[in-house]
C-alpha cells in the first residue's frame, strides 16, 4: 500500500483496498478455471509479480486473452526487431497462443493482479521502458504505478464502446487520472477517438491509427496444407468460434435445415474452447449428423456430415476450405468474434446480431453486403441457403469483404511508430 500513498490517489486507494478483500475469490475462481483448463495452474506466483528478472529495458506489451494476442502478433514482432518484448496476458489460451505463435522471440509472463505491491514487483523485475496494452486492457495500478516510474504507457488498437464508456465516466474520480496519465492513444475509429477524449485523455495523445486486426498475416502455407481435408463435393459452410448455445439452437439447426435444399452440403465445425469440443460432438450427434473429429486423424469422406476442428491454433487456416462462413460470439450475447479472418480468404460471412465487441469493423462490411446480421437459426438457414445455391452472389460477397479487408490495412505500422517513437525518447534520454 506504500505504493499507493506515494503516488497518491484516495480513489485507487480505495480501489486497491476492495481488490485485497477480494483476492482470495479471484484466486478460488483461476482454480476453478483449473480444472478445465490446467494451464491456469502453471505459474501461479506469476500472477503476484513474481516473474523471473528481464535484462535490456524491454518493451512490454500486454494482451488479456487469445483473441488479442493473435491480432498482435504482427505488431510485437515487428517491436521485437528493434527492443527485447515481454508479452503478458491474463488468461490460459492466451498464455498458449503466445507461446506458439511467438515462441523464444519474446519472454512470456502471466501479468500481476492489480494489485500494488505485486505491480510494483513486477515493474522492478521487467524494468520496461514502453508498456503497451492492447485494446482497452487498463488496469489503474498497472498504469499509475509504471507512469510513476516514468514509463510512457500507450494504448494500441485501442476502443471504447459507448457502453464502456458510460461505465468509466461513472467511476471518473478512478478512471480520470487513469486515462489522463496515459502518453498515448492508437484509436482504432474517430468515434472511439472521442470517447477517450471524453474520459480525460488530452486531444493532443489520441491518435486514430486503425484495427491492428486488418493486419493479420494470412498463411497461405497452412491453408494449402489443409488440401484434401475435405473430400471434393457440394459447398461448405464453417462455423467458427461458436459458444454454447450457439451449435444446439443455432447452428447445427441450420444446417439440417439448409442440407434439405443443398446437396452435398457439408459443415466445419470449430468450437470457441477447448473443454467444448466433446460437447460439440455429442450435439451433431444428437441431430443424426455424422462427425469426424480433426484430432482423431481420420479423414473425412463423402458421408461425412460434420468435420469437427477439435484442435487449437488452425481456426484461420480452415476458412480457406468454406463457402459461407458464420462467425460465432454473435448469436450467443458475446460480443462477436473476429469475422475478418474469413474476410482474408474472400468468404462471406454471417453473424447474430450481438456484435458490440466488433461494431466498428462489423458496420462497413454489413454496409457493403459482405456481412449479413441474422437473428436465429431460421434466419441463418435462409441466408447460408441463398448465398450457397446462388454462387455468384456468394462470390461476390467475399469479394467485397476482401476488398475492404485490404483497404483497411496499415494499423500495426501506424502503431510501432508510435511506440518505438517512445522507446527511442527514453533512449537518447538515457
Not at 157 to 180: D, E
Not at 367 to 375: I, Q, R
Not at 417 to 426: I, P, S, T
Request: proline share 5%; aromatic share 8%.
Amino acid at each position: 500500500m506504500r505504493a499507493i500513498a506515494r503516488s497518491g490517489g484516495l480513489a485507487r486507494l480505495v480501489y486497491s483496498i476492495l481488490f485485497y478483500l477480494i483476492l482470495p475469490l479471484v484466486v478460488l475462481r483461476h482454480l476453478w478455471r483449473s480444472l478445465r483448463e490446467p494451464l491456469y495452474r502453471e505459474r501461479m506466483s506469476e500472477r503476484f509479480g513474481f516473474c523471473a528478472p528481464v535484462e535490456g529495458r524491454p518493451i512490454w506489451v500486454h494482451a488479456v486473452s487469445a483473441g488479442e494476442t493473435i491480432a498482435a502478433v504482427p505488431f510485437i514482432r515487428e517491436l521485437a526487431e528493434h527492443y527485447p518484448v515481454v508479452v503478458t496476458n491474463m488468461t490460459a489460451t492466451g498464455r498458449e497462443r503466445a507461446r506458439t505463435l511467438l515462441g523464444d522471440s519474446v519472454v512470456h509472463a502471466y501479468a500481476p493482479y492489480d494489485l500494488p505491491d505485486g505491480v510494483a514487483r513486477f515493474l522492478s523485475r521487467v524494468n520496461p521502458r514502453v508498456a503497451v496494452f492492447i485494446d482497452t486492457e487498463v488496469w489503474p495500478n498497472m498504469i499509475a504505478l509504471a507512469v510513476g516510474r516514468g514509463i510512457p504507457v500507450e494504448l494500441v488498437n485501442a476502443r471504447m464502446s459507448a457502453k464502456s464508456a458510460f461505465g468509466y465516466a461513472r467511476g471518473a474520480a478512478l478512471s480520470r487520472p487513469m486515462f489522463g496519465a496515459v502518453s498515448g492513444v492508437c484509436a482504432q475509429t474517430d468515434a472511439h477517438r472521442a470517447r477517450f477524449l471524453t474520459l480525460g485523455v488530452p486531444q493532443d495523445r489520441v491518435v486514430v491509427t486503425g484495427s491492428i486486426k486488418f493486419d493479420m498475416v494470412v498463411d497461405e502455407a497452412a491453408a494449402a496444407a489443409l488440401t484434401g481435408t475435405l473430400p471434393e463435393g457440394g459447398p461448405v459452410f464453417m462455423a467458427g468460434s461458436t459458444h454454447a448455445g450457439e451449435e444446439e439452437d443455432a447452428v447445427l439447426q441450420a444446417f439440417v435445415v439448409a442440407r434439405q435444399k443443398i446437396p452435398g452440403l457439408r459443415m466445419i465445425l470449430v468450437p470457441r474452447h477447448p473443454w467444448r469440443f466433446d460437447g460439440a460432438a455429442d450435439a451433431c450427434r444428437a441431430l443424426g449428423l455424422s462427425v469426424v473429429r480433426r484430432s482423431s486423424g481420420e479423414a473425412a469422406s463423402a458421408s461425412t456430415d460434420v468435420f469437427l476442428v477439435d484442435t487449437m491454433g488452425e481456426l484461420r487456416a480452415f476458412y480457406s476450405l468454406c463457402d459461407v462462413a458464420f462467425v460465432g460470439g454473435s448469436l450467443a450475447p458475446e460480443g462477436g468474434h473476429n469475422l475478418l479472418e474469413a474476410a482474408a480468404f474472400r468468404v462471406p460471412v454471417i453473424m447474430g446480431p450481438h456484435l458490440y465487441d466488433i461494431d466498428d469493423i462489423a458496420e462497413p462490411f454489413r454496409e457493403a453486403g459482405a456481412l449479413k446480421v441474422v437473428a436465429d437459426a431460421d434466419e441463418l438457414a435462409a441466408q447460408l441457403t441463398k448465398w450457397s445455391l446462388d454462387v455468384e452472389a456468394g462470390a461476390a460477397a467475399g469479394e467485397r469483404a476482401k476488398g475492404l479487408f485490404d483497404a483497411n490495412q496499415g494499423a500495426t505500422r501506424r502503431s510501432v511508430e508510435r511506440v518505438l517513437a517512445h522507446a527511442r525518447r527514453f533512449d537518447s534520454a538515457g
